[in-house]
């Protein structure tokens, strides 16, 4: 068996490889604070956030979507005992090509502002 060693893996025209069609990894994920001034911890292809009010965000791409119908998987927290808390990546506006919505939650349903929030996009990249 042979073994394979890169730093970087691209196609010939500079994307993220496929195998068998489907991405080896995801096309933007992003770390950042939600309170007081919204600032990025770390993250790939997400150029800003925009904060919309409390508990809504937006995820701003450095390379567009190929389409809108990727997805986001995240995560969401914060320092007290009530931390339980869900994102949605639909609010009050569709996904684009080149930003995704996101809505944060308490378990009760009203809009939170977390210390902690991470988010990776699956889908395609143009």
Request: net charge negative; charged share 5%; hydrophobic share 30%.
């Amino acid at each position: 068996m042979s073994t394979v060693k890169a730093n970087d893996l691209q196609t010939t025209a500079g994307g993220i490889p496929t195998v068998k069609g489907q991405q080896l990894i995801p096309t933007a994920w992003v770390n950042f604070n939600g309170t007081g001034t919204v600032a990025i911890r770390d993250s790939e292809n997400v150029s800003s956030i925009t904060d919309n009010g409390t508990g809504y965000y937006t995820a701003n791409f450095t390379t567009a979507m190929s389409d809108t119908n990727y997805i986001s998987v995240g995560t969401a927290g914060g320092t007290g005992t009530n931390t339980l808390m869900n994102l949605s990546q639909y609010y009050s506006s569709a996904p684009t090509t080149t930003s995704c919505p996101l809505n944060i939650v308490w378990q009760n349903g009203t809009n939170a502002d977390p210390v902690y929030v991470g988010v990776t996009i699956l889908g395609g990249q143009s």
